[in-house]
């Protein structure tokens, strides 16, 4: 991550996902390792590192924000333990690893995803925060993750596979969805736990939602220009598979230009905070610049 020491966040949510996943030596062990193949084997940790940069800006106790960080990594986890089956984008190859269904079974997978997704709301209800906040984050991860965000985003890729490209709207609103609630909701839910007023709130979801965009945009452009070895996971599947995204829709050049676009969206909704979401603005960065 450019211009910031992620370092000591990223100890902290590793430690904390690693203390609320259950121990590889209890029953059913098949399952408990499979769960932690899935959530400690790497991974950029944009997600939980969003929520403690969103939060500590603006006056969370980081005590507070391990219970919506780790929720919403075990959110993700599951999502790729699901988006990797067979039945869904049949991959091999997961943040430079087996993937789980290949590293285990099938079934286990499909049981790995399942418990990691109870587990996420496990751990936000007994986040250490007044109760309408809890109820708030456990009401947003939910949404975020459920019909009206990620899956919802998941179901309308499937059914545009291999047809027609979609529209620009249209592949638009499928990324808002299946990418970019979950990368709004953990700015929410550290936005919730600091408290933040409602013209605070709009920003910083002007500034999540030009980032889950560009999170995407970016993804579009390594399957383009990347390859397996450094992006930890199989290039050129989207083509292959026959997927609407962004460079087969605009081209490379007006992707890129479309990527410039969102991060100045992105500087722009942070401006009036100042040095305060430097950590924020170094994700945004990120999110835009990386290479895997």
């Given amino acids: 991550m450019p ?5 000591p966040w990223r100890t902290r949510v590793d430690a904390a ?40 800006a603006f006056g969370a106790d980081a005590a507070t924000l391990d219970a919506p960080a780790v929720a919403v990594e075990l959110i993700h986890a599951y999502s790729l333990v699901h988006d990797d089956l067979p039945a869904m984008d049949d991959d091999a190859l997961r943040r430079g690893q087996p993937t789980v269904h290949v590293a285990f079974d099938e079934a286990t997978a499909i049981l790995a995803g399942d418990a990691l997704q109870s587990l996420a709301f496990e751990v936000l209800a007994h986040a250490p925060v007044d109760a309408q906040a809890r109820v708030s984050m456990l009401g947003e991860l939910a949404t975020a993750s459920g019909v009206r965000g990620m899956c919802g985003g998941q179901a309308l890729d499937i059914d545009a596979t291999g047809g027609a490209m979609l529209a620009l709207e249209a592949l638009q609103r499928l990324h808002a969805m299946k990418t970019g609630a979950l990368l709004r909701s953990a700015v929410r839910m550290g936005a919730m736990a600091a408290h933040c007023d409602a013209d605070t709130r709009a920003r910083l979801d002007t500034f999540a939602d030009a980032l889950g965009l560009a999170f995407q945009v970016r993804d579009d452009l390594l399957d383009v220009e990347g390859d397996s070895a450094s992006l930890g996971k199989t290039a050129g599947k989207d083509a292959a598979q ?13 992707t890129r230009e479309r990527l410039r676009t969102l991060a100045d969206t992105m500087r722009d909704a942070l401006a009036p905070f100042g040095a305060r979401t430097d950590a924020l603005a170094a994700l945004g960065r990120a999110a835009v610049e990386r290479t895997h």
């Fill in 3 to 7: 211009d910031f020491d992620f370092g």
């Fill in 242 to 254: 026959g997927k609407s995204t962004f460079p087969a829709l605009l081209g490379v050049d007006a």
């Fill in 17 to 56: 996902l690693s203390a609320a996943l259950p121990d590889p030596a209890t029953s059913p062990q098949r399952l408990h390792g499979a769960m932690r193949h899935a959530v400690l084997l790497g991974g950029k940790r944009m997600r939980p590192l969003l929520v403690y940069a969103t939060g500590t």
